[in-house]
């Protein structure tokens, strides 16, 4: 598999293969002692000589090259993003499982919102916890966390005797949940070479729509057993993926980028060069971080002082909040806006609650059989399911922007239609074939450019725009933001919907999407094919004041 890549003269690129660049790296940078700890001027002598490189290229031919994926980050990124099958199984199953617990436990319309929605709203102290947590343990162990946390919720949810516990088994799967969510993109990021990353770091999209396709199906299949027994094993067989994940990350990769800010540079050197087209790309791709990982010094001019951190290996994220949230800098600012921006119109959206109560929304249609409603929604998952690939394949060839802007327009205009259709036939006497099929196709349409766009996009954007220093904990805020918006909407999605008709909501929604395409317009630059290390310069003041910089 191979992802065009044509650059550019003039402009700043990564990875460029150069034939002499490991050979003109200093000696102390190869062979790293004590430990493979940052010897005194290393870091600094890497990251001038990786910028000697980058200039030397810039003055020459341009250059066309493709970039092929690489094995190795594809197998870390496959085994990290399985942990999103959780969630998406854990969507796509509830939505046809309510309709056999409201009856089996005799629970309210309220009691519903609230046990669908507080997974999301649990799931946000998964996410705030999760950055500190995988600064302290890795992004490795913290997968696994994610993945115990959900299976012992899964078992709670499967054997639940009454309401009550089946609540606290939803308490305990969204805090699993919320770390799965942060650490997944986060770590498929630190591990992606630049040119493939878009890839890459969409895959939790993907499989977060291949889970609620599995849940779809599951509903389709337990539909006909006993209604006591079916809800029960359409949540508790969600525990095996979550086995599965916490035995397959055993054999992944520790991130490289968490390596060099512990001082393992000569582990960290290793997973680059596997997950590396050359070993002089690997160099290279080691010099940016080491650059990066310099704020664990108090000045580039004295790398034998630590800072405050004492030393890489005893630095946890200290301070990263203030910088974050209490005084920073103009670029940060922007980031952090940025970052939540797009986690907030991503749920506000309101494509989480519609996949939760797509059987209640095609029961307002007018279709009430419960075998046919469950059928709908498996169509609905094979349809997230392809147009996320489609996006996925196309991140790194078209760029973040053009996909998202697609996806948020696209569905402006499809709740417009799904609005449409259900006023009609809020107000017809009778249930036409037409305004069913309009909704249906509606929900289809909202669904799939919600796929190609904002789902996956959302991931990749936010795990990739934070600086080193500040990506564990600045994507734990940004997807805190973003379970917190998801479990609001989810709880109060029906008790707005009776108030102003499920055709008003949709409108509601609609207008939220053009409020978002313009935010994304005017405050997302593009990143593809940009390093990590050097996204952070997109959000400067020279180029977020010239409007034809975001696009560059």
């Not at 779809?216 to 095996?240: C, V």
């Not at 037409?434 to 789902?455: D, E, P, T």
Request: proline share 4%.
């Amino acid at each position: 598999m191979t992802f065009s890549s044509t650059q550019k003269p003039g402009k700043h690129h990564d990875y460029h293969l150069l034939p002499d660049s490991e050979s003109a790296l200093p000696a102390e940078t190869t062979d790293l002692k004590n430990g493979g700890r940052i010897r005194e001027g290393a870091s600094h002598v890497l990251a001038n000589k990786a910028e000697s490189h980058k200039h030397k290229l810039l003055k020459g031919a341009p250059v066309h090259r493709k970039a092929y994926l690489n094995k190795y980050a594809l197998g870390g990124a496959i085994l990290a993003s399985t942990n999103s099958i959780l969630l998406g199984y854990d969507i796509g199953v509830m939505s046809g499982a309510v309709l056999y617990i409201r009856e089996n436990m005799n629970i309210s319309s309220t009691q519903i919102e609230i046990l669908v929605g507080s997974l999301n709203v649990c799931s946000l102290i998964g996410s705030l916890a999760s950055g500190k947590t995988s600064d302290w343990i890795g992004r490795r162990y913290t997968i696994i966390l994610a993945a115990a946390t959900f299976l012992i919720g899964a078992l709670l949810m499967g054997l639940a005797p009454s309401f009550l516990f089946l609540m606290a088994g939803r308490v305990v799967a969204g805090i699993g949940v919320g770390f799965s969510l942060m650490i997944a993109p986060v770590y498929v990021a630190e591990l992606s070479p630049a040119l493939t990353r878009g890839f890459l770091t969409s895959l939790p999209e993907v499989f977060i729509n291949l889970g609620i396709l599995l849940g779809y199906i599951a509903n389709y299949t337990l539909s006909g057993l006993p209604q006591h027994i079916n809800w029960r094993l359409m949540l508790g067989l969600a525990a095996f993926p979550a086995i599965i994940v916490a035995l397959g990350v055993l054999v992944m990769p520790e991130s490289p980028r968490w390596l060099v800010v512990k001082g393992r540079i000569s582990e960290a050197r290793e997973v680059l060069i596997k997950t590396s087209e050359t070993k002089e790309e690997a160099e290279l791709r080691l010099a940016e971080i080491l650059k990066a990982a310099s704020f664990l010094y108090k000045s580039p001019d004295d790398s034998s002082s630590l800072g405050q951190a004492g030393s890489s290996s005893n630095w946890h994220g200290q301070g990263v909040w203030k910088e974050l949230l209490l005084s920073p800098s103009r670029p940060i600012r922007r980031i952090v806006i940025a970052a939540l921006g797009v986690n907030f119109f991503m749920q506000a959206s309101g494509n989480d609650a519609v996949v939760y109560y797509s059987p209640e929304v095609f029961r307002d249609a007018g279709i009430h059989n419960k075998k046919q409603l469950v059928g709908v929604t498996v169509i609905m998952g094979i349809t997230k399911t392809l147009f996320v690939l489609v996006s996925a394949f196309f991140l790194d060839r078209f760029g973040r922007r053009p996909l998202l802007l697609l996806g948020s327009a696209g569905m402006a205009i499809s709740l417009a239609g799904l609005g449409l259709g259900s006023k009609y036939l809020e107000y017809s006497n009778n249930t036409p074939g037409w305004a069913i099929a309009l909704c249906v196709v509606a929900v289809c349409a909202a669904a799939s450019f919600f796929s190609i766009g904002l789902g996956p996009i959302t991931w990749v954007y936010s795990s990739e725009i934070f600086p080193l220093r500040l990506r564990a904990q600045g994507s734990s805020l940004a997807i805190s933001v973003n379970r917190l918006v998801s479990g609001l909407v989810a709880m109060t999605f029906l008790s707005i919907s009776r108030e102003i008709t499920f055709g008003g909501m949709f409108f509601a929604l609609a207008g939220i999407m053009v409020v978002g395409t313009i935010f994304f317009y005017y405050c997302l630059p593009e990143t593809k094919g940009k390093s990590l290390e050097e996204i952070e310069a997109l959000f400067d003041d020279e180029v977020c004041e010239n409007p034809k910089a975001l696009v560059s």
